[in-house]
């Protein structure tokens, strides 16, 4: 939680920095060197990034190297898939750090859950050139999605693929330290992770992939990373990284109670509010994800009064935020536009408490009655 009597509600946007990453970094920023030198004081450093990359495997259930550290998810994403000279298969429910680093690409519809269709995606590979041909084409899927929560069928998506011969890449940044990922990655031919979305810096994640499986290099210069992402590296933020990636495996069960907290929430706004809608709430959903809407009302306005009031909630996804738009991913759910307008994101994270949410209802309740008569005001003048 922020200092103070904010309430921060928008953890898929960014995680607060946990106070032992903030420790190990400011420890790390005061050793001299470049991890790549042989002297005493470069090996120091190169030993801080070999333990943060053993943390991270075991957050993911991989080996150490097969963890390739970036500035981030949007980097792991783009060095994936954007390389690709050949056809990428994504959902329309993909991070734009997917679908605009596609060349030439194939999007598929999700139903009004907001879960990909997998008879299209049966549909799609089964057109592929069963001689071998395809295995320039790869699927990209998120394990869930940042605005909705809702969990992707990676299971049955990763079985089409391996059938067909083809690439999955997994862009596990939402999932990362609230369900075990090691089943995910064992479906994965490569996989996406931000640091700061565990309680890491930004600036920093990782791009995991299979051990002896070729991707082109997005950078040259260095052989940094085993020549697989050149440039010296972020010691600081691996190092910030490695220690969230530590204590948010410790952490998985705990999601639990803010599940609980959550189902709370959708329970009051709907009985504040009945006609409110709750985006992709029949689908298996993150524990801490909501993203509701109530006709009529605008999400910048009620952006604003939330902020007034203390609350930090998010519109669609904070990557656009600024210009609140309407959502690709309501569109691609099929969601109404002008219904789609009015989303907001209450993203919740292990420290948020029952009064939080409290404050948060009060808010809301408040601002959507204002909203409401304002307008109903306006309309009788
Ligand atoms: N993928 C998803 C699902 C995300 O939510 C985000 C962050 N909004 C990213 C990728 C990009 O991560 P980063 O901020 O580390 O570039």
């Given amino acids: 939680m922020l200092?103070?009597?904010?309430?921060?509600?928008?953890?898929?946007?960014?995680?607060?920095?946990?106070?032992?990453?903030?420790?190990?970094?400011t420890a790390t920023f005061t050793i001299t060197g470049n991890p790549s030198s042989v002297h005493r004081e470069g090996q120091a450093l190169r030993a801080s990034i070999e333990a943060a990359r053993a943390d991270v495997a075991a957050l993911v259930g991989c080996a150490p190297e097969e963890v390739v550290f970036t500035s981030g998810a949007t980097e792991?994403?783009?060095?994936?898939?954007?390389g690709r000279a050949n056809r990428v298969i994504c959902s329309?429910?993909?991070?734009?750090?997917?679908?605009?680093?596609?060349i030439k690409i194939k999007v598929l519809p999700?139903?009004?859950?907001?879960?990909?269709?997998?008879?299209h995606l049966a549909d799609e590979l089964a057109q592929l050139p069963a001689d071998g041909s395809n295995h320039g084409t790869a699927v990209a899927l998120m394990a869930a999605n940042n605005e909705t929560g809702v969990i992707q069928p990676l299971a049955l998506a990763a079985a089409l693929c391996r059938e067909n011969g083809v690439w999955l890449h997994v862009d596990a940044v939402q999932l990362a330290g609230k369900a075990n990922l090691a089943p995910v990655w064992a479906l994965s031919d490569s996989l996406s992770l931000s640091s700061h979305k565990i309680?890491?810096?930004t600036g920093v994640g990782a791009l995991i992939v299979r051990k002896g499986r070729f991707l082109e290099r997005l950078i040259g210069g260095g052989g940094q990373e085993m020549k697989r992402r050149a440039g010296t590296e972020n010691v600081p933020g691996i190092v910030g990284f490695g220690v969230a990636s530590r204590l948010s495996r410790g952490e998985i069960d705990d999601w639990s109670r803010i599940r609980a907290q959550r189902?709370?929430?959708?329970e009051e706004m709907r009985r504040h509010v009945p006609e409110v809608s709750i985006f992709g709430d029949e689908a298996d959903r993150l524990p801490n994800t909501t993203c509701a809407a109530v006709p009529g009302i605008a999400a910048d306005l009620l952006l604003m009064r939330l902020d007034l009031a203390g609350i930090a909630v998010s519109a669609g996804s904070a990557c656009s935020a600024g210009k609140i738009s309407s959502s690709p991913v309501l569109e691609a759910m099929g969601?109404?536009?002008?219904?789609a307008r009015g989303a907001i994101r209450i993203s919740q994270g292990l420290y948020t408490e029952n009064h939080h949410?409290?404050?948060?209802?009060?808010?809301w309740g408040d601002a959507v009655r204002r909203v409401l008569s304002h307008e109903v005001t306006a309309m009788v003048r």
């Fill in 3 to 25: 200092a103070g009597t904010r309430v921060y509600l928008d953890h898929n946007a960014s995680a607060p920095l946990r106070p032992e990453a903030a420790a190990a970094m």
């Fill in 76 to 82: 792991a994403n783009a060095m994936a898939i954007g």
């Fill in 92 to 102: 329309g429910i993909e991070h734009p750090s997917v679908i605009e680093n596609i």
């Fill in 110 to 119: 999700s139903n009004s859950q907001g879960k990909i269709k997998l008879d």
């Fill in 199 to 201: 309680g890491g810096p």
């Fill in 263 to 266: 189902d709370r929430l959708e």
């Fill in 335 to 339: 969601i109404d536009a002008c219904l």
């Fill in 357 to 363: 949410i409290d404050r948060f209802l009060a808010a």
